[in-house]
């Protein structure tokens, strides 16, 4: 499993568009790269996946680079309800294996 | 409502007593995981079971134990040899092995504190 390496935190502004960078720069040719959030006392919930490019949800959009050794999760307009841990995992899960390597995550502070 | 449920949502044991947590999903789901979160720390991979009556050991695996006779459950047992149980457990699960979006469905845990 690729191993990713995340900002520890990060404050934001109540309606702000907050970009969250993700650095895996031993992503392999077969990897994707997922992004969960995590509120306080809870499991963690799927937010997207993408290869290369640009992928959007009604959630968020993850841009990813041409070389995809590095991955930024963006938010439009947060509110307060976006506080939480974020976490960037990379994986080929299309392959069998099936495993998430959660790191310490992004915890994401948003300031009214 | 489809979705995996824990219980308890808390529970306190005395040290050297086994606990079983229970996780239970009704999503069809192949696979099923246990983890173990730490205070500020992430996801710690204990167990996890692609199949009925098969499972692997994760990262963590010492002083835990899980079986999985049934596809709709995947219970985790903290025995008495492990050296910190005192955590947040997170049961998951996800579709047929291999699928491209594996998207993990986490349960709302259960806090074990051994006293």
């Known amino acids: 499993l690729a191993k990713t390496t995340q900002p520890i935190s990060m404050d934001s502004y109540e309606g702000q568009e907050v970009n969250i960078t993700c650095s895996h720069n031993n992503i392999a040719t077969n990897d994707y790269i997922t992004w969960y959030q995590q509120f306080p006392s809870q499991g963690p919930r799927f937010i997207i996946q993408?290869?290369?490019t640009k992928v959007t949800n009604e959630v968020a959009s993850l841009f990813i680079p041409a070389d995809r050794k590095s991955s930024t999760l963006s938010l439009p307009r947060v509110s307060l309800s976006d506080t939480a841990v974020y976490y960037c995992?990379?994986?080929?899960?299309?392959?069998?294996?099936?495993?998430?390597?959660f790191g310490k995550g992004n915890q994401v502070v948003v300031i009214p | 409502d489809g979705g995996i449920t824990q219980s308890p949502k808390y529970l306190f044991r005395k040290e050297g007593q086994n606990v079983t947590l229970s996780c239970e999903q009704n999503?069809?789901?192949?696979?099923m995981y246990w983890y173990r979160q730490d205070p500020g720390q992430g996801l710690r991979l204990i167990y996890y079971?692609?199949?009925?009556?098969?499972?692997q050991k994760g990262d963590i695996a010492e002083g835990y134990s899980v079986s999985r006779e049934k596809k709709e459950s995947f219970p985790l047992t903290v025995t008495s040899a492990q050296k910190n149980p005192t955590a947040f457990y997170l049961c998951?699960?996800?579709?047929?092995?291999?699928?491209?979006?594996?998207?993990?469905?986490f349960g709302p845990g259960t806090r074990l504190t051994v006293l």
């Open positions: 993408g290869y290369k």
């Open positions: 998951a699960s996800s579709r047929t092995p291999g699928a491209l979006l594996n998207e993990q469905f």
């Open positions: 999503l069809n789901h192949d696979a």
């Open positions: 995992l990379v994986g080929d899960w299309a392959y069998g294996n099936n495993r998430l390597a």
């Open positions: 079971s692609q199949i009925v009556n098969d499972f």
